[in-house]
C-alpha cells in the first residue's frame, strides 16, 4: 500500500503561486504515477494533472494548462503541483492519488490523501 499526505495549501488572493506537496510512504520502491484532483463544494471530483514515475509523462486539465506545473522527487517520495496565477475558480480541496498508470479518471486510483484546501479570493 502507499499511503499519501498533501500539505500546502491555504488562503490566497486571485494571481497568487501555492506550491502544494505530497508525500508518500509505504510501498514507494514500486513504480506509480500521481496524479492531482481537486473537489469544490457541491461539484464532482475532478482531474488536475498526473505524472508518470519517471516524470517523462504529465498531462494537465485544460482549465490549469500554462498555470499548473507537475513534478516529483522519487528520491524524496514526494510530488509536487506548483500553481501560478491563481483564480477564484481554483478554489476547491485538493487531493493527491496514485495509480499504476497515467490515468486521467478518478476511478483508476488506489491511493489517495486526505486533501488540503486551497481557497482563492478575489
Known amino acids: 500500500q502507499v499511503q499519501l499526505v498533501e500539505s500546502g495549501g491555504g488562503l490566497v488572493q486571485a494571481g497568487a503561486s501555492l506550491r502544494l506537496s505530497c508525500a508518500a510512504s509505504?510501498?514507494?520502491?514500486?513504480?506509480?504515477?500521481m496524479g492531482w484532483f481537486r473537489q469544490a463544494p457541491g461539484k464532482e471530483r475532478e482531474f488536475v494533472a498526473v505524472?508518470?514515475?519517471?516524470?517523462?509523462?504529465?498531462y494537465y486539465a485544460d482549465s490549469v494548462k500554462d498555470r499548473f506545473t507537475i513534478s516529483r522527487d522519487n528520491a524524496k517520495n514526494t510530488g509536487y503541483l506548483q500553481m501560478n496565477s491563481l483564480k477564484p475558480d481554483d478554489t476547491a480541496v485538493y487531493y493527491c492519488?496514485?495509480?499504476?498508470?497515467?490515468?486521467?479518471?478518478?476511478?483508476?486510483?488506489?491511493?489517495w490523501g486526505q486533501g488540503t484546501q486551497v481557497t482563492v479570493s478575489s
Open positions: 492519488a496514485a495509480s499504476n498508470y497515467v490515468y486521467r479518471d478518478a476511478h483508476e486510483y488506489n491511493y
Open positions: 509505504g510501498r514507494t520502491n514500486s513504480p506509480y504515477a
Open positions: 505524472i508518470s514515475w519517471a516524470g517523462r509523462t504529465t
